[in-house]
Nanobody, 125 residues
Framework: QVQLVESGGGLVQAGGSLRLSCAPS????????MGWFRQAPGKEREFVAA????????TYSDSVKGRFTISRDNAKNMVYLQMNSLKPEDTAVYYC??????????????????WGQGTQVTVSS
């Protein structure tokens, strides 16, 4: 079993930056693809970014491409989401997810096996 704990969320002005962290526990996720998703009030959970098991491949949603960067440090068993040039429409609860069944990234939430509780990101205009 894998437990995921997100941190780093908060309130930031538009144009600012935040760095989210995801700390897995229970077992190492070094062989798992990892992803970040977000959910705004009244909306469905949407894909943000994902990274392959060794960090060699990443993918992003069009809405965050060029502004967000996903990374991982398998030695520390950590995953990160650097968010720059934040916009009010980025306001959401951000979730870290682990794909225990696959090493390569995926964009559909159904393909992820483990989820964190989420961290709130609020971007003011």
């Amino acid at each position: 079993q894998v437990q995921l704990v997100e941190s780093g969320g908060g309130l930031v002005q538009a144009g600012g930056s935040l760095r989210l962290s995801c700390a897995p526990s229970g077992r190492t996720v070094s062989s798992y693809a990892m992803g970040w998703f977000r959910q705004a009030p009244g909306k469905e959970r949407e894909f943000v970014a994902a990274i392959s098991w060794n960090g060699g491949s990443t993918t992003y949603s069009d809405s965050v491409k060029g502004r967000f960067t996903i990374s991982r440090d398998n030695a520390k068993n950590m995953v990160y989401l650097q968010m720059n040039s934040l916009k009010p429409e980025d306001t959401a609860v951000y979730y870290c997810a682990a794909r225990g069944s696959g090493r390569y990234h995926a964009t559909h939430p159904i393909l992820y096996d483990y989820w964190g509780q989420g961290t709130q990101v609020t971007v003011s205009s």
